[in-house]
């Protein structure tokens, strides 16, 4: 199946400090979102970005797709404790019809 | 979007026993899957479940081993049989909806 490769794996930030983190896919996506997951919860969708390029935001988030269309990133702007969790971003397979995930980005915020 | 409710929430479960895992969706959708997430791992999929047909199912995934029922647009079954420590996992249904992926809550199942 497809791969999709996070970076990096885990993140240890100070309350207040930029997030950046990204996400490279060996083949072109036509479509990328990004997930946040707390602990024993489903994954709850971020943003959803559908044209090479795009730059989106949802409050302190942003993401981008890549003009490759084989990658997108990820920003959070003044990082708070309860952004802590995992972020994964997934990209759909050949079809369309189901999506591939991203090895996930573990973020800390320490208060 | 959809809501989606998947129960049990949680459960610990007896090896060797089989539990079965339901899902619901608030409006009517064509694609629904279920993906495993191990723990500290990603999400993987299991099976697409397909309305009035059987499922299909991912490799490493066998119908023996999780069947699966969806018997309407809106509801879909999972079933974890004879199950071992290897599947103490989160299980969660996911809908297909305009292009993106959401999900329930989860199903968290320990297995002692």
């Known amino acids: 199946g497809q791969q999709l490769n996070q970076s990096p794996q885990s993140m240890f930030i100070q309350e207040g400090e930029d997030v950046s983190m990204n996400c490279t896919s060996s083949?072109?996506?036509?479509?990328w979102l990004w997930y946040k997951q707390d602990p024993g919860e489903g994954p709850v969708l971020l943003i959803a970005?559908?044209?090479?390029?795009e730059l989106t935001s949802n409050g302190r988030l942003t993401a981008q797709f890549g003009t490759t269309r084989k990658d997108s990133f990820l920003n959070i702007s003044a990082s708070i404790p309860s952004d802590v969790g995992i972020y994964f971003c997934a990209g759909p397979e050949n079809t369309g019809n189901q999506f591939y995930f991203g090895t996930g980005t573990s973020l800390t915020v320490i208060p | 979007s959809a809501v989606i409710s998947q129960k049990p929430s949680r459960d610990i479960c007896q090896r060797g026993t089989s539990l079965t895992i339901q899902c619901q969706v608030d409006s009517q959708v064509t694609m629904m899957f279920w993906y495993r997430q191990q723990p500290g791992q990603s999400l993987t999929l299991i099976a697409t479940a397909n309305q009035g047909s059987e499922a299909t199912y991912e490799s490493g995934f066998v119908i023996d081993k999780f069947p699966i029922s969806r018997p309407n647009l809106t509801f879909s079954t999972l079933t974890v049989s004879n199950m071992s420590p290897e599947d103490s996992s989160i299980y969660l249904c996911?809908?297909?909806?305009?292009?993106?992926?959401?999900f329930g809550e989860g199903s968290w199942l320990t297995v002692v």
């Open positions: 996911s809908v297909r909806m305009e292009n993106t992926i959401y």
């Open positions: 970005l559908y044209k090479a390029g």
């Open positions: 083949s072109i996506f036509n479509t």
